[in-house]
Structure formats: structure tokens, C-alpha cells
């Protein structure tokens, strides 16, 4: 069974520009969960996506959005990029009920 | 609110160790409790798990017992290795829900 894919792995973009991030879940999971994870702050909650809709949301800006496809694929988007949005974007999916599996994530760069 | 608190790190120590990671939460209600790690370039990947009162989880030869008295759930190993140089996050979630409280995660280093 495939695990959960993430692409890119590594991103590098310029202040002002906008990004998109791709995750793919383990099939059957219809949950997927983005993290932002930085040294300074850890390990922080962005959202939750279920069956197309967000679910969860955590403390970041509206340049922070996502969103999720039929096939449980999910987006997340990031615009007019700042330097502190640089951190690796972790990506986590699940089943209905059951225990999250995370890909190994987006490093994005931000000069 | 509800919240992990974990040891702060880096931990340093020596092959064959002992090991000891503090993990304390606040939450309504009886969680799942969970630890994760992550090495280095990888994501996060589920060590152990405790779903219930004196429940231990273990694997890898790393331990955790869920206490509810004291709301807490310390990792332990008693002999480390290079291998397990990593961060290792605690973490818990409402069984309603499954969505994810964690810890800020501690980053141990093992020198050979």
C-alpha cells in the first residue's frame, strides 16, 4: 500500500510570489491534514480537509488556504509569500476513524 | 485549553543510555495518546500508542505507559543507539474526532 506522497520536496520561491503544495493520501483515506513545521514554533496545525470540506482549521492568516478533490487529493495554497513561511509542510492522512500517516513533506525556502 | 507539554530538548546521551522524555497533557476528557518520531529529512511516523488508563504502548524497544493520575505519558528506552537520534513528539486526540494535539517535540542526539 503506498504511503502518503507529497510533492515537491523541496520548494524555493521569492517574497510576493504564491505556492502550491500537492498531497496525495493513502487510498481510502478521506482525511488529510496539513502541518507547518518550523524550528522556532514547532509543530503547528493549518487544517483539516474531509470528504472536499474543511473540517478543523488552526491560527493562520487567510493567505494560508486549501482545499481537497473527490479523489481525497489535497492542495494547500500559499500567497503573497513572507521569509517566516518558510518550514517544512507536512502532510497527514487517515481513515474515517483511525491513526494519521504523514508523507515526508515540503521543504519550501522562501528568499 | 487543552495542550502537550514535552520535555524541552536537545537531549544529549551517550550509546546504551537510558533514555527518559517527559510528556504531560491537559484535556477534557480520557485520550489517545500517541508518540511519533521524525528523523532527520523524514516526516512523522507513529512509534507507540496508548488508548486507555495503564495502557503501554511499545515498539522498537522504546516504552510508554498512559497515566491518568498524573496525565502523563513518558517515553523510555533503556539502551539507545545512534539510530534513535531524532525528535519525538507527543501527541493525543479526542477519540471523537482524531484531530491531532501535540507536543512541540524533542530533539535527541546520541553520540556513539
Known amino acids: ?111 | 485549553g487543552d495542550s502537550v507539554t514535552q520535555m524541552e530538548g536537545p537531549v544529549t546521551l551517550s550509546e546504551e543510555a537510558f533514555l527518559t522524555i517527559n510528556c504531560t497533557y491537559t484535556a477534557t476528557g480520557y485520550p489517545s495518546l500517541f508518540w511519533y518520531v521524525q528523523y532527520p529529512g523524514e516526516g512523522l511516523q507513529l512509534l507507540l500508542k496508548a488508548t486507555k488508563a495503564d495502557d503501554k504502548g511499545s515498539n522498537k524497544g522504546f516504552e510508554a505507559t498512559y497515566r491518568k493520575e498524573t496525565t502523563s505519558f513518558h517515553l523510555e528506552k533503556g539502551s539507545v543507539q545512534v539510530s534513535d537520534s531524532a525528535v519525538y513528539f507527543c501527541a493525543f486526540a479526542m477519540d471523537s474526532n482524531y484531530q491531532l494535539i501535540w507536543g512541540a517535540g524533542t530533539k535527541l542526539i546520541i553520540k556513539p
Open chain 1, 1 to 111: 500500500k503506498a504511503g502518503v506522497t507529497q510533492t515537491p520536496r523541496y520548494l524555493i520561491k521569492t517574497r510576493g510570489q504564491q505556492v502550491t503544495l500537492s498531497c496525495s493520501p493513502i487510498s481510502g483515506h478521506r482525511s488529510v491534514s496539513w502541518y507547518q513545521q518550523t524550528p522556532g514554533q514547532g509543530l503547528q496545525f493549518l487544517f483539516e480537509y474531509f470528504s472536499e470540506t474543511q473540517r478543523n482549521k488552526g491560527n493562520f492568516p487567510g493567505r494560508f488556504s486549501g482545499r481537497q478533490f473527490s479523489n481525497s487529493r489535497s492542495e494547500m495554497n500559499v500567497s503573497t509569500l513572507e521569509l517566516g513561511d518558510s518550514a517544512l509542510y507536512l502532510c497527514a492522512s487517515r481513515p474515517l476513524v483511525g491513526l494519521a500517516f504523514f508523507g515526508q513533506g515540503t521543504r519550501l525556502t522562501v528568499v
